[in-house]
């Protein structure tokens, strides 16, 4: 017997995956924009941000009126909530590449402190990142949520060498 409820968490399935989506491009375009110094991709992250806010609220209110409706338990309301909590995780991603790229336009015209390598580097771990937490929540994946809780690590690492090599090898010694 189908329940009614079952087309519903389809439907929040395909929208949080398109949010997912949403979130890498932004992660991606950012990055791209800050390598190419180029105003007109930046623009375009951040412009495209209206939309993905947009879905994040439809996605917040179908959840609610999910459980408004068809009171879920157990499995299906752990499904809606943690899905609540992962909608609004990607869109504050998103508003982190709409902050890239308002850099991004600061930055246009001046000099490069040096080759951007890590930062790229650290936009694929986080791209993946979200890629995979995804899967696995859509999947119900344990080990692979586990090895995007490893990777975390990884990201934060070169994170912080970014940040030391930034504040330690330029900020210091140029004021």
Do not use: W
């Amino acid at each position: 017997m189908d329940r009614h409820i079952d087309e519903d968490l389809k439907q929040l399935h395909k929208d949080i995956l398109r949010m997912g989506v949403l979130a890498q491009e932004a992660i991606h375009k950012s990055i791209e924009a800050l390598k190419a110094r180029e105003a007109a991709g930046a623009k375009e992250v951040i412009d495209a941000d209206n939309k993905i806010d947009d879905l994040e609220l439809a996605i917040d209110e179908n959840c609610i009126d999910l459980i408004a409706r068809y009171q879920p338990m157990a499995g299906d309301l752990r499904f809606i909530t943690t899905g609540m909590k992962i909608n609004a995780e990607l869109e504050r991603i998103a508003d982190i590449a709409v902050d890239i790229c308002q850099r991004v336009l600061e930055l246009t015209d001046k000099p490069l402190l040096k080759p951007l390598v890590d930062i790229p580097k650290l936009s694929t771990i986080a791209q993946n990142m979200v890629r995979d937490s995804i899967d696995a929540f859509i999947r119900k994946d344990v080990a692979l949520a586990k090895s995007v809780l490893l990777a975390d690590s990884q990201a934060d690492k070169l994170r912080n060498s970014v940040s030391d090599e930034l504040v330690n090898d330029y900020l210091a010694k140029d004021k």
